[in-house]
């Protein structure tokens, strides 16, 4: 019976997992694994990413996240006693699973923080359904009350989580990189499972795809911690195990179970997810009385009509009619009307609204709803470049608002359609060409002066990479040939560049859904305020309303 990995973390685990989704995905191809799982650190960010590249390699995503326990419960927030938490692997089974992981991961970061995104037991217990635990690594709390030598103790917390899951669906998880821990209580492991009937699911942790790219993930790790890598006091693996191993490697390290190995196996034959891609989830907009939305957005847009053009030819109806009708068969009536109200609301308040930015500037119905004032007809404007029936893509008004008053519409829109249906979108900064020389420079203690040369030598051309820099620059190709510094320097460089370095708050995008957002996409606290973990892209994939509210300091001037 084939194993799966299910303890795995990728790039998404910031500054932590050096395993980049594609080479992951390519190298469980090349092991022969028909499955492979995503576990990040308690977050979902690269989720959709995850399933979207697995599928494409005819490998079945399973749909996770390593999650952090409360030492009490989530409430609690004593530095004394709740600074540390507990490890545990949730898996999705299925599609309730995968709502009700994200809800526990959402739960960690808006109600939980505290250093980690933590959740606890009641959290756990109110969405149980559809998940599949394993007990987690050598920080799970199974395992540490068996290195404390308290057995009892940790034989009570595995019938508590197995009550929580259900007797089918919690896992004793054990692994075996060669620390001296994970060998003094496998055995307790092996025993605690076959004393409460409990199976148990061998893992590796896997941190990075290959091996040899332990170095770069323990200069992530610096990075992270803005140590060096020559500083004993700092975060660092304890060998180089953390790597995707092969069905053969993990069974020489489980010889005496290898139903540890099969059950992996068995879990990923029962997980299936199947995320939509192709149903869209526009928000209702709340109507008068005795009105469709089409028929209430053709009222609004004839009104308008009469008012732009008191002068009117039937070719200039044809042309209404067409984009009404076009708008009616592809269900987006809700959609500028949503779009109409907030405007509105912004020029009621005398509010500075642009004229209008990209291709919704060829719609007459926007123009006729004043959510544009560039007039389509004049300038002969094609309103398919901005919806066209033969392509179904999402419509994309994007609209610029005053720059100091932009937060006065957002928050408009948050009290019309409910706080849990509102949120900003994340945006990830990577590590782009320079900056990861100089990241990379820092942590191996390279001086500044001479990092900062290097770095130099990088054109400053929009999107370049280090292998680009390395073609067009030949005094940066001859000094990483000549100079073995230069040269470990930029591969080191190379290995993490593009990586997501920090999580953010996109600047104008927000998503606006039917249903609370939880149902659709799991939500992270910045310093800003809530986000989705699903970027842009993946939000639109998903069908979700993404709107752009750009704060525009040119209208703010002229205000």
């Not at 949730?90 to 809800?103: D, H, P, V």
């Not at 720059?403 to 006065?408: A, I, L, M």
Request: with cysteine; charged share 30%.
């Amino acid at each position: 019976m084939a194993f799966t990995h299910l303890h795995v973390h990728t790039e998404y685990s910031l500054l932590d997992g050096a395993g980049r989704v594609e080479d992951l995905l390519d190298k469980a191809k090349e092991l022969g694994m028909g499955a492979l799982a995503i576990t990040d650190h308690g977050c979902m960010f690269g989720a959709v990413n995850f399933y979207k590249e697995a599928i494409k390699r005819d490998i079945k995503p399973i749909i996770g996240c390593e999650v952090y326990i409360a030492m009490r419960t989530m409430a609690d927030k004593d530095p004394r006693l709740d600074s540390d938490q507990y490890h545990l692997v949730l898996l999705a089974e299925n599609n309730t699973g995968y709502k009700n992981l994200m809800k526990i991961v959402s739960a960690g970061y808006l109600e939980g923080f505290y250093y980690k995104p933590r959740v606890d037991v009641n959290v756990l217990e109110r969405y149980s359904e559809g998940l599949i635990c394993l007990s987690g690594c050598i920080a799970g709390e199974i395992q540490k009350r068996l290195l404390e030598g308290n057995y009892q103790r940790a034989k009570e917390t595995a019938l508590m989580y197995r009550d929580i899951f259900g007797r089918d669906n919690f896992y004793l998880e054990i692994q075996n990189q060669g620390m001296e821990e994970q060998k003094r209580i496998i055995p307790d492991l092996i025993r605690l499972g076959k004393e409460l009937g409990i199976p148990l699911a061998a893992t590796n942790d896997i941190h990075y795809t290959n091996k040899e790219d332990w170095e770069f993930h323990d200069i992530l790790l610096c990075i992270q911690t803005g140590k060096t890598v020559n500083q004993q006091d700092r975060l660092r693996f304890p060998n180089h195990e953390f790597y995707m191993k092969s069905e053969d490697e993990m069974r020489e390290l489980f010889p005496e179970v290898p139903e540890a190995l099969d059950n992996t196996a068995r879990i990923a034959d029962r997980c299936s997810v199947r995320l939509d891609f192709g149903t869209i989830h526009l928000p209702y907009f709340e109507l008068p009385g005795g009105y469709t939305a089409d028929s209430y957005l053709r009222e609004l847009v004839y009104k308008g009509f009469e008012e732009r053009y008191p002068k009117r030819d039937d070719w200039m109806k044809e042309r209404l009619e067409y984009e009404l009708d076009t708008i009616k068969s592809m269900g987006y009536s809700h959609y500028f009307l949503i779009v109409w109200d907030f405007i509105k609301f912004a020029r009621d308040k005398r509010i500075m609204v642009g004229p209008g930015r990209g291709s919704a500037a060829g719609s007459l119905v926007s123009y006729c709803l004043s959510i544009t004032n560039i007039d389509p007809l004049k300038y002969n404007l094609i309103f398919e470049r901005f919806l066209n029936p033969h392509r179904i893509t999402m419509p994309d008004i994007d609209i610029d608002f005053c720059f100091e008053r932009r937060e006065e519409v957002i928050e408009y829109v948050v009290q019309k359609y409910g706080a849990d249906r509102v949120a900003q979108i994340i945006t990830f900064g990577t590590m782009a060409a320079r900056g990861a020389i100089r990241d990379v420079g820092r942590a191996i203690s390279m001086p500044y002066r001479e990092v900062d040369a290097i770095a130099r030598q990088v054109p400053m051309e929009l999107g370049i990479t280090l292998d680009r820099a390395l073609e067009v620059n030949p005094y940066l190709a001859d000094m990483y040939r000549q100079d073995g510094r230069v040269k470990y320097l930029i591969d080191m460089a190379r290995a993490v560049e593009g990586m997501p370095r920090h999580a953010s708050t996109h600047a104008a995008g927000v998503v606006i859904s039917k249903e609370p957002i939880e149902e659709y996409v799991p939500l992270y606290r910045l310093e800003s305020g809530i986000t989705t973990q699903y970027a842009m892209g993946n939000l639109e994939e998903l069908g979700l309303l993404k709107m752009d509210f750009l704060g525009l300091r040119t209208l703010t001037v002229i205000r």
